[in-house]
């Protein structure tokens, strides 16, 4: 079955959403990206990151990454995962997205598309739980990725791991989720206190969305993009992409925080407590992208990932480091499609 939503929309483009099962039953989809000339290259999925949804990869700008890849000839496939905000609430945590949702949506799009062998480009949290499913050979027909400002390595600014450490233990009494949108409408006494907070302390701009996300997840002001780096259009938009993320996976972030590398949550017996116990069970190559200026997990975050992997297979995988940008701007940038994208673009095509 595929339907249409309203949601994904972008000038002369097809939007069809395709339900897939993950492996323990939580019903998630993929959207299919048609632009109006078939595609010459293979398939490429983007894994969005915590909070978010698959629209976070359409942002209104000239050209954002899906423009820009359906133009390079790429056949275009956005996954909403377990944590996607398109989604019911739950308490998800890096483990069930890296060994049920994953694996189950790379499965789908090579189902669809006839094609043996993908492409990722996965962001953030989408990064950290699908370089899980990388490193356990659970997604072997992906051969080509590029993460996106964190994976197996979370390293985060001083404020970030007070906020890890000492506020997230007393928010979890209160509240199972965190939600930017209380930036807009606080509903609740966490709801109040946090906004009340956030409104205290942080004052880059008059969007309480933006400011919310700043406190959610980073230490910056703004911390996940530079506002220099936004138009309005986007500034606004954004107010309308971040909702629920579940104290679930703040506990297991601190604790991966805490011991300077991924580890499991501990809800299943497949992963071990170290993500970094066995050698990666993959051949795909990876190029490890970070904004110089991010303020969500530092650049230090992906030169550990990218030494780790290059000691094992030294030559293969990459390393950018993108001068001017930060966490999410990256991909929302109003000047990306020229600063970032061309990069992305010559990792992807190296086979």
């Avoid at 910056?220 to 993009?225: Q, V």
């Avoid at 780790?308 to 293969?316: A, K, M, Q, S």
Wanted: hydrophobic share 40%; with cysteine.
């Amino acid at each position: 079955m595929v339907q249409t939503l309203k949601k994904y929309t972008g000038e002369g483009l097809v939007f069809t959403t395709v339900p897939f099962v993950a492996g323990d039953g939580f019903g998630c989809n993929l959207i299919h990206v048609k632009g109006s000339t078939a595609p010459k290259k293979g398939p490429v999925l983007l894994v969005h990151g915590a909070g978010v949804s698959a629209s976070i990869f359409l942002a209104p700008v000239k050209k954002n990454i899906v423009d820009y890849l359906l133009e390079e000839g790429y056949d275009v496939w956005l996954e909403n995962w377990r944590s996607s905000i398109d989604l019911p609430p739950n308490q998800w945590t890096l483990d069930q997205a890296a060994l049920y949702d994953h694996p189950f949506a790379v499965k789908k799009v090579v189902e669809e598309t006839g094609q043996p062998r993908i492409k990722a480009i996965i962001h953030c949290q989408g990064s950290t739980s699908f370089m899980m499913s990388v490193v356990m050979g659970l997604v072997p027909q992906v051969y080509n990725i590029i993460s996106n400002a964190v994976s197996l390595h979370p390293v985060v600014p001083d404020f970030s791991r007070f906020k890890l450490g000492y506020l997230v233990p007393v928010v979890k009494m209160m509240t199972p989720y965190l939600n930017p949108q209380w930036g807009v409408q606080p509903r609740g006494f966490a709801a109040i206190m946090i906004n009340t907070l956030v409104r205290l302390t942080h004052h880059e701009c008059s969007n309480g969305v933006c400011k919310q996300v700043s406190f959610t997840y980073g230490s910056g002001f703004p911390a996940l993009w530079r506002h220099e780096n936004l138009n309005e259009e986007t500034h606004e938009w954004i107010s309308h992409e971040f909702a629920h993320v579940p104290m679930s996976f703040y506990r297991q972030i601190a604790l991966s925080v805490k011991e300077g590398h991924l580890r499991s949550a501990g809800d299943n017996d497949f992963f071990p407590a170290s993500l970094l116990e066995h050698q990666p069970q993959t051949d795909a190559r990876i190029t490890f992208f970070a904004g110089e200026k991010n303020l969500c997990f530092l650049p230090l975050s992906q030169q550990k990932s990218f030494e780790y992997f290059d000691r094992i297979r030294p030559n293969y995988h990459g390393l950018q480091l993108v001068p001017g940008y930060s966490h999410l701007d990256i991909f929302i940038g109003r000047n990306a499609f020229r600063d970032v994208f061309p990069l992305m673009a010559q990792a992807l095509s190296l086979n």
